[in-house]
């Protein structure tokens, strides 16, 4: 494909914005976006930079105006959207989770292989350079087998019951929220890093709000509540989504995990904490300061620190400002999006694509399964 790119985004939230950005540092065409409304979609062109407004979002994906197209909507849309896009014939990027169910994601993993075009979704902390020296070193053989893989994926947005958003409402969200919506990026990222696969687990969800506002009105960057003052009587309804999970695993090439995900963690923001511990020394990752790697031995532990010179070849490429001048998630995205784009130019594929969503829904299927069944349960390869 030749020429400039023409990207469409559906959806205008927090993660539209960021996707915006990303086109646009990728050289391409931000040619239309589409909101839930007509109204919206214009107001949305107008903050995002769009050159027009569509009144839907199946018109937009299916528009000959459009190369690639993605999807930022809630949850639930993800699935038919994604389905009328590659049916199009359009390149896709596609927001986790791909769809609802491990089922529905599987159909369009098998759907984009047919129509031969990219399929992509933004699981982006792979795109942290230090993140990608973890996943170096370890596959390197240099620290050993590993033996664990355990942390954490912790948020406070939700943590109070004024709070709201559209992901609690299972028709919207889907039936897992917070491990669909955060354990995936984790699961991802852990896989990713030490090529192992969960087989097994065993999970316990909690849902310590019962009860939530039925204002679906907050988002994640900015909660419902405004803080622990404002919680004048407003009409609730009852959760049936996970607020936390805590899950215990087994991998592939013998390795045992534990991971606990939450978004009702008070001062936890965006806290995605990854060890793995193998024979000569363990590597730990840390989202929310990701300049640098905690690579511990017996006998000396070291604070590595982002410098390409320094990095293995897969580090060193994402690593694109100088040593000391912060990296972070816009960059993941705008690296994440440069990727996608060189694919649809048929340069390598080097993103996450709708596979790697395709086992992260797998892996929700088997949390809600275990936590329903209390007992563990077989991931399917
Ligand atoms: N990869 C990541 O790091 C990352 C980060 C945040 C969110 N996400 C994913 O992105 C998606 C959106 O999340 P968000 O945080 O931006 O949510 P958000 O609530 O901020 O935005 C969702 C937007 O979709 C709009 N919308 C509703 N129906 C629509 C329709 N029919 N067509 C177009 N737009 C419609 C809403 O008006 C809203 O503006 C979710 O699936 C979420 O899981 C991914």
Redesign the pocket.
């Given at each position: 494909m030749h020429g400039q790119l023409r990207v469409a985004i559906?959806?205008?939230?927090?993660?539209?914005r960021?996707h915006a950005d990303a086109v646009r540092r990728a050289g391409a065409r931000l040619v239309g976006v589409?909101?839930?409304t007509p109204e919206?979609?214009k107001a949305?062109a107008a903050e995002l930079g769009a050159e027009r407004a569509y009144d839907?979002?199946e018109d937009l994906v299916v528009s000959d105006e459009v190369d690639i197209v993605h999807i930022?909507?809630?949850?639930g849309?993800?699935h038919p959207?994604a389905e009328l896009a590659l049916r199009a014939g359009k390149h896709v990027v596609c927001?986790?989770?791909l769809a609802t169910s491990a089922a529905q994601a599987a159909e369009l993993t098998r759907l984009a292989a047919e129509q031969r075009v990219v399929a992509a979704v933004?699981?982006?902390?792979r795109y942290h350079p230090m993140a990608a020296e973890a996943r170096a070193r370890v596959r390197s053989g240099a620290l050993g087998a590993v033996h664990l893989l355990h942390g954490h994926y912790l948020q406070d947005w939700l943590a109070d019951p004024a709070d709201s958003?559209?992901?609690v409402d299972p028709v919207v969200g889907g039936p897992s929220r917070a491990f669909a919506?955060i354990g995936s990026?984790w699961c991802d990222l852990a896989e990713w890093i030490t090529g192992h696969r969960i087989t097994e687990l065993v999970a316990s969800t909690a849902t310590v709000h019962g009860e939530r506002s039925a204002a679906m009105s907050g988002?994640?960057?900015a909660p419902a509540a405004g803080g622990a003052g404002d919680r004048q009587a407003v009409t609730t309804e009852a959760v049936t989504t996970e607020d936390a999970a805590h899950l215990l695993f087994r991998t592939d090439r013998g390795a045992t995990g534990s991971l606990l995900v939450s978004q009702v963690s008070p001062g936890r923001k965006n806290r995605l904490w990854l060890e793995v511990d193998a024979a000569d020394a363990s590597v730990t990752f840390d989202q929310e300061n990701p300049e640098t790697l905690l690579l511990g031995r017996r006998a000396s532990t070291e604070v590595l620190s982002r410098d390409a010179a320094l990095l293995a070849p897969d580090a060193a490429r994402l690593s694109t400002v100088p040593p000391g001048h912060p990296l972070g998630?816009q960059d993941c995205?705008a690296a994440f999006v440069r990727d996608v784009h060189d694919a649809v130019r048929g340069g390598e594929v080097r993103h996450p694509g709708f596979a790697d969503a395709a086992r992260t829904a797998a892996l929700t299927d088997a949390v809600l399964d275990s936590a329903h069944t209390r007992s563990w349960t077989e991931v399917p390869a």
């Amino acid at each position: 494909m030749h020429g400039q790119l023409r990207v469409a985004i559906a959806g205008a939230g927090m993660v539209a914005r960021v996707h915006a950005d990303a086109v646009r540092r990728a050289g391409a065409r931000l040619v239309g976006v589409s909101a839930s409304t007509p109204e919206r979609g214009k107001a949305a062109a107008a903050e995002l930079g769009a050159e027009r407004a569509y009144d839907t979002s199946e018109d937009l994906v299916v528009s000959d105006e459009v190369d690639i197209v993605h999807i930022c909507t809630p949850n639930g849309l993800h699935h038919p959207l994604a389905e009328l896009a590659l049916r199009a014939g359009k390149h896709v990027v596609c927001e986790k989770p791909l769809a609802t169910s491990a089922a529905q994601a599987a159909e369009l993993t098998r759907l984009a292989a047919e129509q031969r075009v990219v399929a992509a979704v933004p699981f982006v902390y792979r795109y942290h350079p230090m993140a990608a020296e973890a996943r170096a070193r370890v596959r390197s053989g240099a620290l050993g087998a590993v033996h664990l893989l355990h942390g954490h994926y912790l948020q406070d947005w939700l943590a109070d019951p004024a709070d709201s958003n559209w992901r609690v409402d299972p028709v919207v969200g889907g039936p897992s929220r917070a491990f669909a919506d955060i354990g995936s990026h984790w699961c991802d990222l852990a896989e990713w890093i030490t090529g192992h696969r969960i087989t097994e687990l065993v999970a316990s969800t909690a849902t310590v709000h019962g009860e939530r506002s039925a204002a679906m009105s907050g988002t994640f960057s900015a909660p419902a509540a405004g803080g622990a003052g404002d919680r004048q009587a407003v009409t609730t309804e009852a959760v049936t989504t996970e607020d936390a999970a805590h899950l215990l695993f087994r991998t592939d090439r013998g390795a045992t995990g534990s991971l606990l995900v939450s978004q009702v963690s008070p001062g936890r923001k965006n806290r995605l904490w990854l060890e793995v511990d193998a024979a000569d020394a363990s590597v730990t990752f840390d989202q929310e300061n990701p300049e640098t790697l905690l690579l511990g031995r017996r006998a000396s532990t070291e604070v590595l620190s982002r410098d390409a010179a320094l990095l293995a070849p897969d580090a060193a490429r994402l690593s694109t400002v100088p040593p000391g001048h912060p990296l972070g998630y816009q960059d993941c995205f705008a690296a994440f999006v440069r990727d996608v784009h060189d694919a649809v130019r048929g340069g390598e594929v080097r993103h996450p694509g709708f596979a790697d969503a395709a086992r992260t829904a797998a892996l929700t299927d088997a949390v809600l399964d275990s936590a329903h069944t209390r007992s563990w349960t077989e991931v399917p390869a």
